[in-house]
T-cell receptor, first 114, second 115 residues
Framework: DQQVKQNSPSLSVQEGRISILNCDYT??????FLWYKKYPAEGPTFLIS?????DKNEDGRFTVFLNKSAKHLSLHIVPSQPGDSAVYFC?????????????FGQGTRLTINP | DAEITQSPRHKITETGRQVTLACHQT?????MFWYRQDLGHGLRLIHY???????NKGEVSDGYSVSRSNTEDLPLTLESAASSQTSVYFC??????????????FGPGTRLTVL
């Protein structure tokens, strides 16, 4: 039972345009949602997060939107740059014994074309 | 600089062999995690630890074990390797912030092939 789903395995976007990556979840108890970025042969690195009580969080070119009623979040990258080409993982968190456990989606491979 | 390392980076083994993957962090974090990454599944939690002598099972723990004898290390052992355990394994660590998100820092991964 996949609690966090990224239904698009891949996405191709022109350099300078907006990239929109989507993520759906099923568990209403998640308290934070995160996006991680992963380059080949490297571990994932934290990109941006949003609390379940917010609907938007922005950090430079990256904005995450949360729609709790639809159990949906999206990551917007604008403008997209070639260095943004990577696999993006959506993750949802729940606190267990005071520490955060993450549930990850399947990932979306983003390719930025020059 | 503080970091998290994994060794080996690549490993090929045979079915039935015992294999241990090492994870070492110099962040002095209490929380450590092991994930496996498979196509179509993303990252799935195998085991985690919230401190020395503490270990807990994740969603895909069958066939794996961990032990935590110090803060820096959380080795992952495959008791009897199976072909279904061919995967890329990531170790991560974090420190509880008590508020907001605990950022998990990931190692570079170990690619394990079981023949």
């Amino acid at each position: 039972d996949q609690q966090v789903k990224q239904n698009s395995p891949s996405l191709s976007v022109q350099e300078g345009r907006i990239s929109i990556l989507n993520c759906d979840y099923t568990n209403s108890m998640f308290d934070y949602f995160l996006w991680y970025k992963k380059y080949p042969a490297e571990g994932p690195t934290f990109l941006i997060s949003i609390s379940s009580i917010k609907d938007k969080n922005e950090d430079g070119r990256f904005t995450v939107f949360l729609n709790k009623s639809a159990k949906h979040l999206s990551l917007h990258i604008v403008p997209s740059q070639p260095g943004d080409s990577a696999v993006y993982f959506c993750a949802a968190s729940a606190r267990v014994q005071g520490a955060q456990k993450l549930v990850f989606g399947q990932g979306t491979r983003l390719t930025i074309n020059p | 600089d503080a970091e998290i390392t994994q060794s080996p980076r690549h490993k090929i083994t045979e079915t039935g062999r015992q294999v241990t993957l090492a994870c070492h962090q110099t962040w002095n974090h209490n929380n450590m995690f092991w994930y496996r990454q498979d196509l179509g599944h993303g990252l799935r939690l195998i085991h985690y630890s919230y401190g020395v002598q503490d270990t807990n099972k994740g969603e895909v723990s069958d066939g794996y074990s961990v032990s935590r004898s110090n803060t820096e290390d959380l080795p992952l052992t495959l008791e009897s390797a199976a072909s279904s355990q061919t995967s890329v394994y990531f170790c991560a660590s974090s420190e509880p912030s008590g508020r907001g998100t605990d950022t998990q820092y990931f190692g570079p991964g170990t690619r394990l092939t079981v023949l």
